[in-house]
């Protein structure tokens, strides 16, 4: 999507109430107007933007930098890996990708950011304590004295079905799992995802045919039955792919916020 086509959802944003900005990819960064589109966003709300880290500049950092200083939004980066070593990484990401993106996670931490670093779990649920303590001594051998991590289910989607299995028939939210369920832990209970194509119920289904929801935001309010197997993983465990950290920076001494 181009610049103006984001601040034109942008202002329509501020109609339904929208309070924060998300933007993922594919790589966002390989769009040319994403950092003016990323400082755009700060003029509207709190914003976090999804990147493989693999091709972050430093002009751009500086940018985005002053952009966050200036303003009483926070702005988040979160690193997506899959696997935390190249081992695990590479095979699916591509050779040397690992190494790239944690150049991008130190590159990040110079600039005063601290990156979120998200992976899906890969590995044995009893080798997560030894999986995570050896990738936290490598943050913080690569300079990042506070790391942050967030660990994601599994889905069966795209390669992920080829590899693992496919989401079975019976892999369903049935209306006797809501009784009593917090629905707010469904991405989709408050968030939409705009693309060029119009706005979608989520980011997992974007690809599904019902996802669309319409072509604006004031389009898109309304329910979305959870049949798709992709629902019974957000269900299992909650809003996977939302950013709790993002939300109002208090200017310092030398801001104004008028």
């Known amino acids: 999507m181009s610049r103006a086509q984001v601040r034109t959802h942008l202002d329509e944003s501020v109609d339904v109430g929208v309070k924060e900005y998300y933007f993922t990819g594919g790589e ?10 990323l400082i755009d966003s700060l003029e509207y709300g709190p914003a976090t933007v ?4 693999t091709v972050l500049k430093e002009r751009w950092l500086e940018q985005l930098a002053a952009a966050e200083e200036a303003s009483c939004y926070s702005l988040e980066f979160r690193i997506s890996i899959d696997g935390f070593c190249a081992e695990q990484n590479d095979p699916i990401r591509g050779e040397g990708t690992f190494d790239r993106a944690m150049e991008g996670v130190a590159l990040l931490n110079e600039f005063g950011f601290l990156p979120i670093v998200t ?3 890969s590995w044995r649920l009893e080798e997560e304590e030894r999986v995570v303590d050896a990738f936290l001594d490598r943050l913080r051998a690569a300079g990042c004295q506070r790391p942050r991590l967030k660990i994601l289910p599994m889905l069966r989607l795209g390669a992920e079905e080829t590899r693992s299995s496919p989401y079975a028939a019976s892999d369903r939210v049935t209306r006797t799992m809501l009784e009593g369920y917090d629905t707010s832990q469904f991405i989709c209970e408050h968030s939409r995802i705009v693309s060029d194509r119009g706005v979608h119920v989520c980011p997992i289904l974007l690809e599904m045919p019902d996802s669309l929801l319409g072509a604006k935001l004031g389009d898109a309010d309304k329910s979305f039955a959870l049949k798709h197997g992709a629902c019974l993983t957000c269900y299992q465990h ?21």
């Open 28 to 37: 966002p960064f390989l769009n040319p107007e994403m950092v003016p589109i």
């Open 119 to 121: 992976a899906a779990r």
């Open 238 to 258: 909650g809003a996977i792919c939302s950013n709790p950290s993002a939300g109002y920076r208090a200017p310092s001494s030398s801001e104004s916020t008028e």
């Open 50 to 53: 999804l990147t493989n880290g």
